[in-house]
């Protein structure tokens, strides 16, 4: 992996009762869990999604870019199914349906620049 155009070994370790996911710099010396890179939530995406937007809202987790928008709005979508794909530190991040239902509405296209947090498409 590389941090800030250094490259680093990465030690993952994942917490059992949260499921929450560190990722260490292990290539820093000072043993495996010497800098904390990155903690990865794992606060599902509807969860947070319903908290923060209402029900049925699928959120950007962080910034990024729009690749590929999959739903229409009046489609209708199975849970998990894809939605969008956006691109965000160098990685894809698929964004799925949080429950079964019909797209209500789609906030983006391809090539979109989105904030953390802001409701990409909703489904009713």
Not at 2 to 12: A, H, L
Not at 74 to 102: R, S, W
């Amino acid at each position: 992996v590389v941090v800030d155009g250094v490259p680093c070994k990465v030690t993952p370790v994942l917490e059992k009762r949260t499921g929450d996911l560190f990722l260490f710099d292990a290539s820093a010396g000072g043993g495996a869990f010497s800098r904390l890179l990155y903690r990865i939530s794992a606060v599902s995406q509807s969860h947070a999604a319903d908290a923060a937007s209402g029900p049925g809202a699928s959120l950007a987790p962080m910034p990024g870019k729009i690749v590929k928008v999959m739903a229409e709005e009046g489609q209708h979508v199975e849970k998990d199914e894809p939605l969008i794909i956006m691109e965000a530190m160098k990685m894809e991040h698929v964004i799925k349906a949080g429950k079964a239902g019909t797209v209500a509405e789609v906030n983006v296209s391809v090539g979109d620049q989105v904030d953390d947090s802001k409701v990409l498409c909703r489904v009713e």
